[in-house]
């Protein structure tokens, strides 16, 4: 029995969701580039925060959208997808639980599960998605409400950044590393070549890229449906060694 024929609607939305997903994949993209270059309290952390936010947004979102049409067979979930705002904390745990609840139908499942197992155990990446999601749901125009003398208690992108790189520093600076003349401390083994602020950089761009990869494989490897596989595929691009320039 022949196919029906591809419609021009049916052609129109294909179009517009291989636009979303090579948008998405290029805020993504871009994000990790910066941070893995990022000097920080140079002004590049509202930039930063603005692309994170936005390229993870629209990554979880199209993964649970995806996994409702094609696997589940549900319609497109406008409602559902709109009722979590811009709640990116909510919505990375609620798309593991779904590809969790289906390691076990596709194969690879047992490297998934080594990825998320990682990803839950990473407090840099918990940090990066809060800081995402806090700025997402309000903190987008901290400046403008400040200088309008808006009533409230949150952070600055600036200050939310500033307090985990500290923190970053103050878990992992080697107390025995000997410092050069006019040189902030390093982190790591004595003899490490890049500066406490460029391993930070790096070690953030190394669990936002972990995050990607892990969602970038559920698609390649099926657990979204035969669309997200397909298009996972089409946008697979391999993070660069963290620790090179």
């Not at 022949?2 to 090579?22: G, M, N």
């Not at 410092?179 to 890049?194: K, T, Y």
Request: proline share 4%; aromatic share 8%.
């Amino acid at each position: 029995m022949a196919s029906e024929p591809f419609s021009e609607q049916d052609l129109l939305l294909a179009i517009v969701l291989d636009d979303e997903v090579a948008a998405t994949n290029a805020l993504l993209r871009e994000s990790i580039d910066r941070l893995r270059r990022m000097r920080w309290l140079a002004q590049d952390e509202y930039v930063l925060t603005a692309l994170l936010a936005a390229g993870m947004e629209r990554f979880l979102k199209l993964t649970l959208a995806l996994y409702r049409v094609d696997v589940e067979g549900a319609p497109w979930p406008a409602a559902e997808l709109k009722s979590y705002g811009h709640r990116i904390v909510d919505l990375d745990l609620q798309c593991r639980a779904l590809i969790r609840n289906r390691l076990g139908t596709v194969d690879y499942g047992e490297r998934l599960a080594q990825k998320v197992n990682a990803l839950d155990e990473d407090w840099r990446l918990d940090a990066v998605l809060a800081l995402a999601h806090d700025y997402a749901s309000g903190g987008r125009y901290f400046n403008l409400d400040y200088l309008g003398t808006a009533e409230g208690t949150r952070r600055s992108p600036r200050q939310r950044w500033q307090r985990l790189v500290d923190e970053i520093k103050t878990r992992w600076l080697d107390p025995k590393t000997v410092l050069a003349p006019e040189e902030e401390p390093r982190i790591g083994a004595p003899g490490v070549v890049s500066t406490a602020g460029g391993e930070v950089s790096r070690s953030l761009a190394s669990s936002v890229a972990a995050w990607r990869d892990f969602y970038l494989s559920s698609w390649e490897y099926g657990v979204c449906g035969n669309r997200a596989e397909r298009l996972g595929q089409q946008i697979a691009w391999p993070y660069p060694d963290s620790t090179a320039d």
